[in-house]
């Protein structure tokens, strides 16, 4: 007697059904999800529940210094604020005082924005402030921003 059942064909093995494969696939969009939501790693390869933000790192840069990459002119940064240029936050919290983080948020990796007028730097995604030291204030990030050495040289800040 041939087994008519449905999901199965006449040697026995059982055939998956539409609604089986559609719910496979849902679960493996499903995982692929959450894989994305998970922390990002910090972005130096340091670890990144050391903190970050520390001025006296060399973080600073000062006139006179040989640099790297030219990233911005000192003049495009306002004092008490400053810009995002591609991955790192450039501010100038005292008048030629220029300190530089990486814009990467170490809680999910978004580009977080240049200061606001209060001087706070936040993350676009879940609201994770720093304060123009690259201070953590609040999160959901557990950690300072990374510190990115510069140096200002001739009106050009450029990475060291």
Do not use: K, Y
């Not at 998956?16 to 998970?38: E, P, W, Y």
């Not at 100038?92 to 240049?114: K, N, R």
């Not at 994770?128 to 609040?138: A, K, P, Q, V, Y």
């Amino acid at each position: 007697m041939t087994d008519t059942r449905a999901g199965s064909d006449p040697a026995g093995r059982v055939l998956a059904s539409r609604r089986g494969v559609m719910c496979g696939l849902a679960g493996l969009g499903a995982a692929g999800a959450l894989a994305a939501c998970g922390t990002a790693e910090s972005p130096n390869g340091s670890d990144p529940t050391s903190g970050g933000a520390d001025a006296t790192t060399g973080s600073t840069g000062s006139a006179g210094e040989t640099g790297g990459t030219g990233i911005a002119a000192a003049a495009d940064v306002p004092v008490g604020g400053g810009i995002v240029v591609d991955e790192t936050v450039i501010v100038q919290p005292t008048a030629d005082e220029f300190l530089a983080f990486s814009a990467v948020c170490p809680h999910q990796g978004a580009i977080v924005a240049a200061p606001d007028a209060d001087g706070n730097i936040i993350c676009p995604r879940h609201q994770s402030t720093w304060t123009i030291d690259g201070e953590l204030e609040e999160g959901p990030a557990e950690t300072n921003l990374s510190a990115v050495e510069i140096t200002v040289e001739d009106g050009q800040i450029s990475l060291a």
